[in-house]
């Protein structure tokens, strides 16, 4: 069972737009990662946040933490046809060697 | 290789039959992990290495399944009586630090086992 909820389940924009995914989750944690998933392939790390860190930028990735809420966000700006993929974020829970990942978001970016 | 492989890329399998997946992680890596990966689902937790060492296998659904990692490199996943509802795809991953703890983890394209 999964312990992290991911919104929306799914997303469809036109190439350009900004593309916002929100994670929430039940447990304390230490850090926060986000991955992709392209169609048929394996998930490939994007960014990790610490637990002491609010914000963090990677090239068109942008990803908040708000630890009180239990709540994370990843924002894609300006988005090509080749975002299309799911987005996991991803949290260590029951100790340091379970990484949970959420159910994932289906983003679809249409040229 | 410079990434995490697996193999086969697809198995199927009759009800009944019994499959091992391999995962040959990324030379030096100390954690391995195994997900389990149901269609439009995120991966979900099986089991953990820290090098030979599996100490983790909380997610294993059932006796019927069983992984090694012998040497602390390549690690196999084994289903016995493959039943229907373990059809899935199963992903093998690695990472460089003990705990995969704030060390990102590489997966490999996993195997994708359909049982007949």
């Known amino acids: 069972s999964q312990q992290g909820e991911e919104d929306p389940q799914a997303l469809s924009i036109q190439e350009g737009e900004n593309a916002t995914m929100n994670c929430s989750y039940k447990?304390?944690?230490?850090?926060l990662q986000w991955y992709r998933q392209n169609s048929g392939r394996g998930l490939v790390h994007l960014i990790l946040?610490?637990?002491?860190?609010r914000e963090k930028h990677s090239g068109r990735l942008r990803v908040t933490l708000d630890t009180s809420k239990k709540s994370s966000s990843l924002l894609i700006t300006a988005s090509r046809a080749a975002d299309t993929a799911s987005y996991f974020c991803?949290?260590?829970?029951?100790?340091?060697?379970?990484?949970?990942f959420g159910a994932g978001t289906r983003l679809a970016v249409h040229p | 290789g410079a990434g995490v492989s697996q193999s086969p890329r697809y198995k199927v399998a009759k009800r009944g039959q019994d499959v091992a997946l391999r995962c040959d992680p990324i030379?030096?890596?100390?954690?391995l992990f195994w997900y389990q990966q149901a269609l439009g689902q995120g991966p979900e937790f099986l089991t953990y290495?820290?090098?030979?060492?599996?100490?983790?296998k909380s997610g294993l659904p059932s006796d019927r399944f069983f992984a090694e990692r012998p040497e602390g490199s390549v690690s196999t996943l084994k289903i016995q009586r493959t039943q229907q509802e373990d059809s899935a795809v199963y992903l093998c991953?690695?990472?460089?630090?003990?705990?995969?703890?704030?060390?990102?983890?590489?997966f490999g394209n996993g195997t994708r086992l359909t049982v007949t």
């Open positions: 991953a690695s990472s460089l630090a003990p705990g995969g703890f704030d060390s990102p983890l590489h």
């Open positions: 447990t304390s944690i230490n850090n």
């Open positions: 946040i610490r637990s002491n860190e």
């Open positions: 991803a949290f260590f829970s029951g100790g340091y060697n379970k990484l949970i």
């Open positions: 030379s030096g890596h100390v954690s």
């Open positions: 290495f820290q090098n030979e060492a599996q100490l983790d």
